[in-house]
DNA sequence: GTCGGGCCTCTGGG
DNA sequence: ACCCAGAGGCCCG
């Protein structure tokens, strides 16, 4: 995956995550200041106290705590607020393998050349202006984005209109922005207008955005913990477990839309769209059968992770996934160049969270 | 505000 | 062989 400016390799085995970073040409850091590990932190978003959180979150809620696994995390991603944008745009109607190949699309064709790493090359996330260029929207059609190529070369148009710093000027205050440069313009934030739902309402304006997109954008692009995003599946557990769809709230309108996202948002609170990807990931059919089926024993865990871990191929989605199921407390080592180096601090076995994935299981 | 129809492309199931 | 619904939706009328 690309993460700020460089490239950064990941794999794991059962007890650790491990990591490799490549620059480009002159951009080396000095030596003992490559701050890969930190950004990679903020980045899975490792630092919350799971287990807390769980409990807060079943406090309140009867059903999160019979539905919630036990064992396992889900974690919210804090990924770039344009990369998240266009990603999400892309997800529409759409699947996660075919949107992982549109998004390394994009990179191969607009982004700027990061470097070589085992001898192929590695391309950076396209900025808006690259995006926004005479022709782009007829090419990414024949790339195969379908409808979604208006979308992106239009919403490129527009952010790159934009005062520069525009989109993170909508992030969340509160929310740490480890490795966002300081943005000149600041707070886009309107007078009187609560920040989150000013940041969804401006994202609506932009081609291809609709509440649930403008939605995730918010929760993992901008930090707004409380967006919940509902797509088909959190609509049809909002029917079955939370009493909408009839009387008033039988269809997903706009209005229904807001009613759900506000139900969550009053059961668990300033981290809702985080419960809320948890009940998600817990309800998905194949997940719940592999946690009921296989409990703690750990060999079976460890399989798992073992499949999981699988290399290249595997960075992509991790990058691209709204949500990353994360294991109980491991390592990490760092892992530099081709060999080993002493292990630095941390946790956290990173496992993709992808239903077809969990099939082969 | 709500409601249908259409949209790129791929895939699994009748 | 063929059609159709669905994929973590959105736009337009």
Known sequence: MALHGRIVSLHQDPENLYYRSVFPKGKEPIKDEDDTLPLLKHYLNLTPNLTQLYAEWSAADANFKKKAPKFTGVRILKQDAWEALVGFICS?????????????????????????????????????????????????RELGFGYRAKYIYKTACMIAEKEDGWLDGLRNPESPVLGVKPVSGGDFVPEGREGYRSAHEELLALQGVGPKVADCVCLMGLGWGEAVPVDTHVWQIAQRDYKFGRGKHSSLTKATYDAVGNKFRSLWGKEAGWAHSVLFTADLKAFSERLVAKTETKEEVDVVVKEEADGEAEIETVEKDTKVLVKQVKQVKREAEDEEKPLTEIKENVVKKNKRRRKAY
């Open 92 to 140: 529409s109607n759409n699947n996660i393998i075919r949107i992982s190949q549109m998004i390394d699309k994009l990179c191969k064709n607009y982004g700027p050349l990061l470097g070589n790493m085992d001898e192929l090359p590695y391309y950076d996330f396209p900025a808006p202006s690259d995006l926004a260029t005479v022709g782009v929207e007829q090419k990414l």
